[in-house]
């Protein structure tokens, strides 16, 4: 069983910058990692992937701000999120897909203030 555990999340003035960390149980080296969110009453959405090659994928309204990174050797994937709006405000949850199989971790919560 895999666990992945985020932290990082905070409260933050607009503009400001935040840095979100999952650490996980197993290696992730040789699959598919992701971030997601999801504010009140709205659906989860995707904010940035990377695949097992290293190819990231951001969504629209993060692209130029927010960073997708990996460190393989600590096991952990990385958020970086700068200029950040209060559109921002949602739980973030990382995602570690394993031969089809998707894990999740608790979420961490980020408010940006306007």
């Known amino acids: 069983q895999v666990q992945l555990v985020e932290s990082g999340g905070g409260l933050v003035q607009a503009g400001g910058s935040l840095r979100l960390s999952c650490a996980s149980s197993?290696?992730?080296?040789?699959?598919?990692v992701g971030w997601f969110r999801q504010a009140p009453g709205k659906q989860r959405e995707l904010v940035a992937t990377?695949?097992?090659?290293?190819?990231?994928n951001y969504a629209d309204s993060v692209k130029g701000r927010f960073t997708i990174s990996r460190d393989s050797d600590k096991k952990t994937v990385y958020l970086q999120m700068n200029v950040l709006k209060p559109d921002d405000t949602a739980v973030y949850y990382c995602k570690l897909s394993v031969f089809g199989f998707d894990y999740w971790g608790q979420g961490t919560q980020v408010i940006v203030s306007a």
């Open positions: 197993a290696s992730m080296s040789g699959f598919d």
């Open positions: 990377m695949d097992r090659l290293g190819a990231t």
